[in-house]
């Protein structure tokens, strides 16, 4: 990274390692810490006790032998406050690392300290020290993590990537309620649904029992917001009304036992298909069905896509293609990720990632001075550039050079930059 591509660095995001340390690997880390433990303690008992020799007793044996293990002390201190950190040095030689399971964040001071005290009163009575071969998920959580919150992960990379541990939610929302679609997030690495002719109709959806549908299907291109842009959530498709029961000789139904609706109801008519918005690569959009065989069983959603371009009047800064051929335009500051969090002055754009080789907020985008930049949100497998037959590693924090035709590669994804300023 060179000086005229420095600028300010961004706020610093950790990102999960999702690999479970293995069980040798964690004892192999703790037999070295202990070891570095004893020989602190060996080194301050001989001084002190060199000190007891030389002075003639003056200076007393016992308080001597106390002082070795003071000394010691303020070492376990050490170790918990690096525990919490970046991992203790036995940690660090096997590529180890505890984590924070609810924030993905690292483990701190206070939860390291209380996982070292719950560990110490389990092993007090043996049971504790086997605490984590009890756990049969691959992440072995002991009594002292699951205590602290806490999770041994490989940063190494060694093992395969295993979903992290499931956290209770602290809200669950209330069954039959709408899933609210946040305007301005789109998956660019999502296939485009099908498109359905115009004259081919497709069955119509049960009614919800409260009244209400989740919004699903999501288009691959990024919608961006806009203010006249309609809110997902907000439609409600209407059931459509019983007709009235038909007149007949037969019993259709006995009152009580069997259900009108099954026997008087006719069959209901054939709703039109939603229509689908191309990627933004596309010449022409999916023309929608015409307005007469519009039913009021299901709504026809606009395309929020063109009615934000038509309000705004926004030209795209820079056109990006998927690995999967998905075209992607950009429009300003964009943060991607497996699962970016939202930001004041940026938009998001979530990628789809099985193999979890993305962080939740792996990398950013944004045009400074006419000119398109690149920045390392401090992920776990970074960014490399890729420009003809040249690679260089992005530096975290720091925004780097983009130019026409450069390949981004981060984790087990990438993205050719097709234009750009």
Do not use: C
């Not at 691959?220 to 309609?230: F, H, K, R, V, W």
């Not at 069959?267 to 010449?283: E, L």
């Amino acid at each position: 990274m060179t000086g005229t591509d420095a600028a300010q660095r961004p706020t610093d995001y950790r990102a999960p390692a999702w690999r479970p340390a293995a069980v040798g690997r964690r004892v192999g880390a703790y037999l070295i810490d202990s070891a570095i433990a004893l020989l602190v303690l060996l080194i301050a008992v001989g001084i002190f006790a060199g000190i007891s020799f030389a002075t003639g007793g003056g200076f007393p044996l016992p308080v001597a032998a106390l002082g070795g293990y003071v000394v010691l002390g303020a070492w376990l201190l050490v170790y918990t406050l690096m525990q919490g950190g970046n991992g203790s040095l036995g940690m660090r030689a096997l590529g180890l690392r505890l984590a924070h399971v609810a924030d993905d964040g690292p483990l701190g001071f206070g939860r390291a300290l209380g996982r070292n005290l719950v560990w110490g009163l389990g092993s007090s009575i043996v049971v504790g020290v086997f605490s984590p071969l009890f756990d049969g998920s691959p992440w072995h959580r002991g009594w002292h993590d699951k205590a602290s919150g806490a999770v041994m992960t490989d940063v190494a990379g060694h093992g395969p990537v295993v979903a992290a541990p499931v956290v209770p939610a602290a809200v669950t929302a209330a069954p039959g309620a709408p899933q609210a679609v946040q305007p301005g997030v789109a998956l660019p690495g999502a296939a485009a649904p099908s498109a359905t002719p115009s004259g081919a109709p497709l069955p119509p959806p049960p009614p919800a029992p409260t009244g209400a549908a989740s919004v699903s299907g999501l288009p691959a291109a990024p919608i961006l917001p806009g203010a006249d842009a309609p809110e997902l959530a907000d439609v409600v498709p209407v059931p459509p009304a019983r007709p009235a029961p038909q007149a007949s000789g037969l019993i259709s139904f006995v009152p009580g036992v069997s259900d009108p609706e099954t026997f008087d109801a006719p069959p209901p008519a054939a709703a039109p298909g939603i229509p689908v918005v191309d990627a933004p690569s596309s010449s022409a959009a999916a023309a929608p069905p015409p307005a007469d065989a519009r039913g009021a069983a299901q709504p026809v959603l606009d395309d929020p896509l063109d009615q934000t371009r038509i309000s705004t009047g926004e030209r795209p800064v820079a056109r990006l293609t998927w690995d999967d051929g998905t075209s992607q335009a950009l429009y300003g500051r964009t943060v991607f990720g497996r699962n970016p969090a939202p930001e004041t002055g940026a938009m998001v754009s979530p990628v789809r990632d099985e193999t979890l080789s993305l962080s939740k907020t792996h990398f950013e985008l944004a045009v400074i001075d006419g000119v398109l930049w690149v920045t390392d949100r401090h992920s776990t497998n970074g960014v490399v550039i890729r420009r003809g037959t040249q690679r260089q590693q992005a530096v975290a924090g720091e925004p780097a050079r983009v130019r026409m035709g450069d390949v981004l590669e981060f984790g087990d994804r990438h993205v050719v930059v097709e234009v750009a300023p």
